[in-house]
């Protein structure tokens, strides 16, 4: 026990008494001047990220008997896929006709024909196995009459290959289900005993000969760099939504895994395409789930019209998401705004109390604590909010990372989740889909993972210098005498970003916003970071987090100045079509000293050929 | 807009001897939690000031912290509810403080790696299908499961305090939304742990865990429930 000092009588402050490894871990290193490798720990798969992909493939890899490490920046249990509200798909048909065939359709349809049908196809067979995989775990979803799992609508999933009415296909607990789903895989990881680090932080991957054998962290509690040394690395870093001021996704959502992968000189595929979901709480962007939307919640405009029966007259407001966020957008524009400002109201009103605290109640819970708003009162003020990132890191369908992002894999290296693009969502991902993708893929990641680790290859022999860039990374930051701080660039950078390459984009705004994270980057040469410790210095984190928003906003935007169509998610007022003879095709983007670099590869088109997305 | 004063407790494990506290005066927007406070000392005044937050809206349970005295999440407690312009904020009593407000929380962590925390069975599942459960069945984990770890409820346990070997509401809490799930058959190893002096009969009701807990869970019922079922099963 170590000594606790006495405040007060209540706080006690001490050491921390974290378990580090120690065992398996020698130091090969001599320590350097100023910041230090603390340790080098070995393991046959070394994990980033500790979400539904992340926590899924763990499992796979331990059950497979692999000896693996999953880092992580928070408790695996903090991790964002706990916040997803509505439900994961699967056309379980448990309370009326659905087929795989119709789950499929949908989402090519809703990734506005860019999602590689390959992939698709495997990830919504694979979908029925995954949530009975779930069940079977102890996920306490919501129950039929009969036992069975509940499932409820949501938007752009309908019956009969687009031509019917609305389906239940979205799997449910309450509206906490990706709170269940993640509790649920950590308590199995407790159960098999997978390694967690919490509270690393990613600094970059250690590539040697064009193999990826493992990355170098920052422990967050005690400081000092760590290296873990791995056959087998899967980033599952979730995505970019802290590009945004207005954004759902947590705090720690800042690009980290894409960050290491552009300076390791890889390209990002489809990052363009950034999701905004329409019922975000106003000026926060914290999400109100589409659940609300698919129990029956409208969508009304300051003149109190049900607007989106002129957006999208049949599905109304259970249309596709960047349908309903266009839509919402165009309303804001023309004047329609409550008050004339950046919301519209979303009404349940009429659902009853009694349904609103049965089937929403943590929709309740956040709109009455964040904004002091009931909604069996009152219709709740909600604007667009960036919510998922379709773009990502080039993966083939075994979420092995393609090194050119066409054909070639990088020894070593596998990506799965957000972070990734298979490409399942195309330019537009359906609602419950995420957890889907997250799940399907971190399980066929570890299982293709454990298939790698079983032809026994061999450990390589650690670089000297494999943690020099970090090393001069931290100490840079740490003794950077400048006067810019990581608050100030960020927030300009995320306002920016939602008004210039938000729901609508146009070639100026695109030039404007581009020439403004250049700006931005040049000021980030002149950061201050406050604290000068190493122990949990948050004011670090956050600065190193800032250089991977700066990056992959970069790469958004240059992405989105480059593809002059709109599709899906990706709006363009000055090419307000979709031009498949010129862009029926995914974007790779490579970032260089001298500006972002181009490449194309053709989508996989197997089954549904393109036609007019209409809802 | 109005003037707040923050009383923020310090602590640099690299520095300081014992904690301190340190006074922030800012402007308060109308709508402000005190987690947005927080960021934006953390941002624009004094960028040591260390917490830990991650998803903003309640579901996390990374920022648990003691506001005014009483646990709770930042990010969910509005500032104008706390009827006060001089806010105490201070790390989650009863774990070791590693800097700041950011407390150790592996001692929680262990409590729930005790209780096994994961649904325990013999019966195989049915293959390519769910396990059946009546939605009364069902029913009757809620109220368990939603628990986001924040870590609220045990640290305002003065039990706890005085005991460092109670589980705590929080393991216990778990516990019960395993014991009461129909598809589990974890009951004699689980009841092994729990039935201790250190576990379900170390609580005194004192019921600081039901006002602490922001999910409005209710962890001195569910001690006392499982109370009655380990009884229930020595009849």
């Given at each position: 026990?170590?000594?606790?000092?006495?405040?007060?009588g209540?706080c006690?402050?001490g050491?921390?008494?974290?378990?580090?490894g120690?065992?398996?871990?020698k130091?090969?290193h001599?320590?350097?001047?100023?910041?230090?490798?603390?340790?080098?720990?070995?393991h046959?798969a070394?994990i980033?990220?500790?979400?539904?992909?992340?926590?899924?493939a763990?499992?796979?890899?331990?059950?497979?008997?692999?000896?693996?490490?999953?880092?992580?920046?928070?408790?695996?249990?903090?991790s964002?896929?706990?916040?997803?509200?509505?439900?994961?798909?699967?056309?379980?048909?448990?309370?009326?006709?659905?087929?795989?065939e119709?789950?499929?359709?949908?989402?090519?349809?809703?990734?506005?024909y860019?999602?590689?049908?390959?992939?698709?196809?495997?990830?919504?067979?694979?979908?029925?196995?995954?949530?009975?995989e779930?069940?079977?775990?102890?996920?306490?979803f919501?129950?039929?009459?009969?036992?069975?799992?509940?499932?409820?609508?949501?938007?752009?999933?309908?019956k009969?290959f687009?031509?019917?009415g609305?389906?239940?296909r979205?799997?449910?607990?309450?509206?906490?289900?990706?709170?269940?789903?993640?509790?649920?895989?950590?308590?199995q990881?407790?159960k098999?005993?997978v390694?967690?680090?919490?509270?690393?932080?990613?600094?970059?991957?250690?590539?040697?000969?064009g193999k990826?054998?493992?990355?170098?962290?920052?422990?967050?509690?005690?400081?000092?760099?760590h290296?873990?040394?791995?056959?087998?690395?899967?980033l599952?870093?979730?995505g970019?939504?802290?590009c945004?001021?207005?954004?759902?996704?947590?705090?720690?959502n800042?690009?980290?895994?894409?960050?290491v992968?552009?300076?390791?000189?890889?390209?990002?595929?489809?990052?363009?395409?950034?999701?905004?979901?329409p019922?975000?709480l106003?000026?926060?962007g914290?999400?109100l789930?589409?659940?609300?939307?698919?129990?029956?919640?409208?969508?009304?405009?300051?003149?109190?019209?049900?607007?989106m029966?002129?957006?999208?007259p049949?599905?109304?407001?259970l249309?596709?998401?960047?349908?309903?966020?266009r839509?919402?957008?165009?309303e804001?524009?023309?004047?329609?705004g409550?008050?004339?400002?950046q919301?519209?109201?979303?009404?349940l009103?009429?659902?009853g109390?009694?349904?609103?605290?049965?089937r929403?109640p943590?929709?309740?819970?956040?709109?009455?604590?964040?904004?002091?708003?009931?909604?069996?009162?009152?219709?709740?003020?909600?604007?667009?909010?960036?919510?998922?990132?379709?773009?990502?890191?080039p993966?083939?369908?075994?979420?092995?990372?393609?090194?050119?992002?066409?054909?070639?894999?990088?020894?070593?290296?596998?990506?799965?989740?957000?972070?990734?693009?298979?490409?399942v969502?195309?330019?537009?991902?359906?609602?419950?889909?995420?957890?889907?993708?997250?799940?399907?893929?971190g399980?066929?990641?570890?299982k293709?993972?454990?298939?790698?680790?079983?032809?026994?290859?061999?450990?390589?022999?650690?670089?000297?210098?494999?943690?020099?860039d970090?090393?001069?990374?931290?100490e840079?930051?740490?003794?950077?005498?400048?006067t810019?701080?990581?608050?100030?660039?960020?927030?300009?950078?995320?306002?920016?970003?939602?008004?210039?390459?938000?729901?609508?984009?146009?070639?100026?705004?695109?030039?404007?916003m581009?020439?403004?994270?250049k700006?931005?980057?040049?000021?980030?040469?002149?950061?201050?970071?406050?604290?000068?410790?190493?122990?949990?210095?948050?004011?670090?984190?956050?600065?190193?987090?800032?250089?991977?928003l700066?990056?992959?906003?970069?790469?958004?935007?240059?992405?989105?100045?480059n593809?002059?169509?709109?599709?899906?998610?990706?709006?363009?007022?000055?090419?307000?079509?979709?031009?498949?003879?010129?862009?029926?095709?995914?974007?790779?983007?490579?970032?260089?000293?001298?500006?972002?670099?181009?490449d194309y590869?053709?989508?996989v088109?197997?089954r549904?050929?393109?036609?007019?997305?209409?809802? | 807009?109005?003037?707040?004063?923050?009383?923020?407790?310090?602590?640099?494990?690299?520095?300081?001897?014992?904690?301190?506290?340190q006074?922030?005066?800012?402007?308060?927007?109308?709508?402000?939690?005190?987690?947005?406070?927080?960021?934006?000392?953390?941002?624009?005044v004094?960028?040591?000031?260390?917490?830990?937050r991650?998803c903003?809206?309640?579901?996390?349970?990374?920022?648990?912290?003691?506001?005014n005295?009483k646990?709770?999440l930042?990010c969910?407690?509005?500032?104008?509810d706390?009827?006060?312009?001089?806010?105490?904020?201070?790390?989650?009593?009863?774990?070791?403080?590693i800097?700041?407000?950011?407390?150790?929380m592996?001692?929680?962590y262990d409590k729930l790696?005790?209780?096994?925390?994961?649904?325990?069975?013999k019966?195989?599942?049915?293959?390519?299908?769910?396990?059946?459960?009546?939605p009364?069945?069902r029913?009757?984990?809620?109220?368990k499961?939603?628990?986001?770890?924040?870590?609220?409820?045990?640290?305002s346990?003065?039990?706890y305090?005085a005991?460092?070997?109670?589980?705590?509401?929080?393991?216990?809490l778990?516990?019960?939304r395993?014991?009461?799930?129909?598809?589990?058959e974890?009951?004699?190893e689980?009841?092994?742990?729990?039935?201790?002096k250190?576990?379900?009969?170390?609580c005194?009701?004192?019921?600081?865990?039901v006002?602490?807990?922001?999910?409005?869970?209710n962890?001195?019922?569910?001690?006392?429930?499982?109370?009655?079922?380990?009884?229930?099963?020595?009849?």
């Amino acid at each position: 026990m170590a000594e606790y000092k006495e405040y007060r009588g209540m706080c006690v402050v001490g050491e921390c008494k974290k378990y580090y490894g120690t065992d398996d871990a020698k130091v090969i290193h001599e320590e350097p001047k100023g910041v230090e490798i603390k340790n080098v720990h070995l393991h046959d798969a070394v994990i980033v990220g500790a979400g539904l992909a992340g926590m899924y493939a763990a499992l796979e890899l331990k059950k497979a008997g692999y000896d693996v490490a999953v880092l992580t920046k928070v408790f695996p249990t903090r991790s964002h896929s706990g916040a997803a509200q509505g439900g994961i798909s699967a056309a379980l048909a448990n309370l009326e006709e659905d087929h795989i065939e119709w789950h499929f359709f949908d989402t090519v349809k809703g990734s506005d024909y860019l999602g590689d049908q390959d992939a698709i196809e495997m990830m919504v067979k694979e979908a029925p196995r995954i949530i009975y995989e779930y069940e079977h775990m102890g996920v306490p979803f919501s129950r039929t009459p009969d036992g069975k799992i509940m499932q409820r609508y949501f938007g752009g999933h309908v019956k009969d290959f687009g031509r019917g009415g609305p389906v239940l296909r979205a799997c449910m607990a309450a509206d906490r289900t990706g709170h269940v789903l993640l509790h649920t895989l950590w308590e199995q990881c407790v159960k098999y005993n997978v390694r967690f680090y919490s509270e690393f932080f990613l600094l970059s991957l250690i590539i040697k000969s064009g193999k990826c054998i493992g990355v170098t962290v920052w422990d967050l509690i005690n400081g000092g760099i760590h290296v873990f040394q791995g056959k087998a690395i899967l980033l599952a870093t979730g995505g970019y939504g802290r590009c945004y001021s207005i954004t759902s996704n947590s705090h720690a959502n800042t690009a980290d895994g894409l960050g290491v992968v552009m300076r390791a000189g890889l390209p990002l595929e489809d990052m363009e395409f950034v999701q905004f979901h329409p019922s975000g709480l106003a000026f926060l962007g914290v999400l109100l789930t589409e659940g609300a939307r698919g129990e029956g919640g409208y969508l009304i405009n300051n003149e109190g019209e049900r607007f989106m029966k002129r957006y999208a007259p049949e599905k109304m407001e259970l249309a596709p998401r960047d349908v309903v966020s266009r839509a919402m957008w165009a309303e804001i524009e023309a004047g329609r705004g409550i008050n004339g400002q950046q919301y519209v109201y979303l009404d349940l009103r009429h659902l009853g109390a009694q349904k609103i605290m049965e089937r929403l109640p943590q929709i309740r819970e956040i709109s009455m604590k964040l904004l002091g708003i009931d909604p069996i009162k009152e219709p709740v003020p909600v604007q667009p909010t960036a919510h998922y990132s379709m773009g990502g890191i080039p993966t083939d369908i075994c979420c092995r990372v393609l090194a050119d992002g066409k054909e070639k894999w990088l020894e070593g290296l596998w990506a799965a989740g957000e972070c990734a693009c298979v490409s399942v969502h195309g330019a537009n991902r359906l609602g419950t889909n995420s957890l889907l993708d997250a799940s399907v893929h971190g399980k066929r990641a570890g299982k293709d993972m454990a298939a790698y680790l079983s032809t026994n290859p061999p450990y390589e022999v650690l670089p000297e210098d494999c943690a020099l860039d970090a090393i001069k990374q931290i100490e840079w930051l740490l003794n950077n005498p400048g006067t810019e701080r990581p608050g100030a660039i960020r927030k300009e950078l995320q306002e920016n970003m939602y008004n210039l390459c938000g729901v609508f984009r146009r070639k100026e705004d695109l030039e404007k916003m581009y020439n403004i994270i250049k700006d931005l980057q040049r000021r980030y040469k002149n950061i201050l970071v406050q604290d000068k410790g190493a122990k949990f210095n948050t004011d670090l984190m956050e600065a190193l987090e800032l250089r991977n928003l700066l990056e992959t906003a970069e790469v958004i935007v240059a992405s989105a100045l480059n593809r002059t169509e709109s599709r899906g998610a990706h709006y363009r007022r000055d090419y307000p079509n979709r031009d498949d003879e010129n862009w029926l095709k995914h974007t790779l983007a490579w970032r260089t000293e001298e500006g972002v670099k181009f490449d194309y590869k053709p989508v996989v088109i197997t089954r549904f050929k393109p036609e007019e997305r209409k809802y | 807009m109005a003037e707040y004063v923050f009383k923020i407790f310090r602590y640099d494990p690299e520095k300081d001897e014992t904690g301190r506290v340190q006074e922030y005066r800012i402007d308060v927007q109308p709508g402000w939690t005190v987690l947005d406070a927080l960021n934006y000392i953390k941002w624009f005044v004094d960028g040591t000031l260390s917490y830990r937050r991650a998803c903003r809206h309640g579901i996390c349970g990374s920022c648990g912290m003691t506001i005014n005295g009483k646990n709770g999440l930042a990010c969910e407690t509005q500032i104008k509810d706390l009827g006060t312009t001089v806010i105490t904020v201070e790390p989650l009593r009863g774990f070791p403080v590693i800097k700041d407000l950011i407390v150790d929380m592996e001692p929680l962590y262990d409590k729930l790696y005790a209780i096994k925390p994961y649904l325990i069975t013999k019966t195989p599942p049915p293959t390519d299908k769910e396990r059946l459960q009546s939605p009364e069945d069902r029913a009757k984990l809620d109220g368990k499961y939603e628990c986001i770890l924040c870590g609220c409820c045990t640290s305002s346990c003065p039990t706890y305090w005085a005991d460092k070997n109670f589980l705590g509401p929080n393991a216990l809490l778990k516990a019960a939304r395993f014991l009461f799930d129909s598809r589990d058959e974890g009951y004699e190893e689980r009841v092994s742990v729990i039935d201790d002096k250190h576990g379900v009969w170390r609580c005194h009701t004192i019921f600081n865990c039901v006002e602490a807990c922001p999910k409005e869970l209710n962890p001195t019922q569910a001690i006392v429930d499982l109370r009655k079922l380990i009884l229930r099963g020595k009849l």
